[in-house]
């Protein structure tokens, strides 16, 4: 994998330890959203139980996931604060999930996306096939011979731009990982960052 020195103008601990405080904090507050939702959610869904059971399970599960990433970037700081490697593996094994599951969300996208535009620029505004006139099954056939482009045309239009935006924060994500793997191996090889000797020179009117 490549390395990189900086991520933007940030020195990599400086942006590892924003990201990791911005993380915690988010987090954090999301968590406690989770909770406060799981412990009203009669009031949010109502007395159906099966509908409460399914909003409860997947706002728990939603709430795990936050609290996991929570502790990751809470270790992502006492690793840099430390500069030791081994509490930034959490963040980078969390975040490595992530990206590849992003990845493929987003290639699937595209590939619908591509899809889509494809059958839009063949077949044009409408396309119309030859059916049999079945009673049972006319309505069925009229709608879908009026309305089979129109819907893909309806479907490509937010998917482009939605494409485009996750393909551009994707790469974002991807740079940012790379960045703080790039300090993992830096604290794993022992090139450590003293931080004392760095406040005493960039204060230092002499240098």
Request: aromatic share 12%; charged share 10%.
């Amino acid at each position: 994998m490549v390395m990189i020195k900086k991520i933007c103008c940030f020195q990599l601990h400086s942006f590892a330890l924003i990201l990791g405080w911005i993380g915690a904090v988010f987090s954090g507050l999301l968590f406690l959203l989770g909770l406060i939702s799981l412990m009203n959610s009669e009031a949010i869904v109502g007395s159906n139980v099966n509908s409460r059971f399914a909003v409860e399970m997947a706002i728990g599960a939603s709430t795990f996931i936050i609290m996991i990433s929570g502790l990751t970037s809470v270790g992502l700081i006492y690793g840099v604060l430390k500069e030791n490697h081994k509490y930034l593996l959490p963040w980078i094994f969390h975040e490595a999930i992530a990206c590849g599951l992003q990845v493929i969300v987003w290639v699937a996208g595209l590939v619908v996306t591509s899809i889509l535009g494809y059958n839009y620029l063949t077949y044009g505004d409408v396309q119309t096939y030859e059916v049999t006139n079945d009673n049972d099954l006319n309505d069925f056939y009229a709608n879908t011979e009026t309305h089979v482009i129109h819907r893909h045309y309806e479907m490509l239009a937010p998917l482009i731009p939605l494409t485009i935006i996750g393909g551009i924060y994707l790469a974002i994500r991807i740079y940012i990982f790379i960045g703080i793997y790039s300090l993992f191996k830096n604290y794993r090889n022992g090139k450590l960052q003293d931080y004392e000797m760095l406040l005493e020179n960039n204060g230092s009117p002499n240098r």
